[in-house]
């Protein structure tokens, strides 16, 4: 949909790549990528500076250049048990120190992502000491350190991960003010951006050092929202042929799974795997005519085993296209 925009990953915990160093398949199935995902961001979760290094320094020895701290997942078992995520909000010199860390393992750009607060810990003045704590780190010139804000707070008890996306406000102008205050820092706004117009709208308003927004569910209920990203939000000629139309998309997306996962008549696709790759297609169609059997066919097919053997992924997705109008399918995504 977008050469332009970078990609996150979701979260890999630091210890799930230390303590595998010997097993290809663990990294490779958390790890590896395609150039056409580029650029490309690996979120780490952690919370000793040590085993964040040794995780930094393997994924920069898988090819990327960016890698961040999350320190704004509010899940229980990030934040409880494993007293990382959001709940690193409540120590800064932590987070400095693993920051420093990081930097220090490898020649790669660094960021983190967080909330404005944490549970009591939510007044703009803490927010404000918690950037600066998190500035004073001492990194090289050559990181190229970056923020990502979620503009609202996390509840660490009472609400689940879904509730702390929606339930806590959103409040981005406390975002505007305390960010846009901080001489030199370049950070990004996140959270309850659903749209390009919005998107753009929040990119007018901000102050100068925000660089960019995050959108993050969007991508997963309404992919097609991004079809016109590189040229209404960099300034492109043109989008990708890929965006121009949802068969152009699928086609495209087809040919990339081809060669991702092989067919072959000695072994078969597993339905984990073809759920896991058709997933961020259930949306292609969302709001449209046809959106609901897309899902049920894509459900099916991806269940069938002499089907999966036989045609592989792309199959399945061909497949579950037949039952689209031809007009949806080749309509200008708008």
Known sequence: MTKRSQIWSEMVVDKVLTHNTQNTDVLDDHLAFSCFEE????QLGGSEPETLGHATKIVHQYGYSDVNLNAGCPSCKVAGVGEFGAALMKKPLVIRKCL???????????????RLGVDELDSREYFSSFLDTVLASNLPSSCDFSVTVHARKAWLKGLSPAQNRTIPPLDYQRAFDVCGSKSGLKW???????????????????PP?????MMGRAAMNDPCVFANTDVLLYGEDENPQSAYTRR??????CDYIHDKY?????SVVSVGDVFKAVKPLLGVFHGLK???????NLDQFSRNESFRREYGISGVIQEAMKDIDIDILDAKIQ
Request: with cysteine; net charge negative; charged share 20%.
């Open 39 to 42: 650029p490309l961001t690996l």
């Open 290 to 296: 046809g959106n609901k059997s897309w899902r049920s």
């Open 209 to 213: 050092n925000m660089e960019g927004v």
């Open 248 to 253: 152009c998309l699928l086609d495209a997306y």
């Open 262 to 266: 092989t067919i072959s008549t000695d």
């Open 100 to 114: 420093e860390a990081m930097a220090a393992a490898a020649p790669i750009r660094v960021s983190l992502k967080t």
């Open 188 to 206: 990004y706004l996140n959270g309850g951006i659903n749209t390009l117009e919005e998107a753009q709208e929040l990119l007018q308003q901000a």
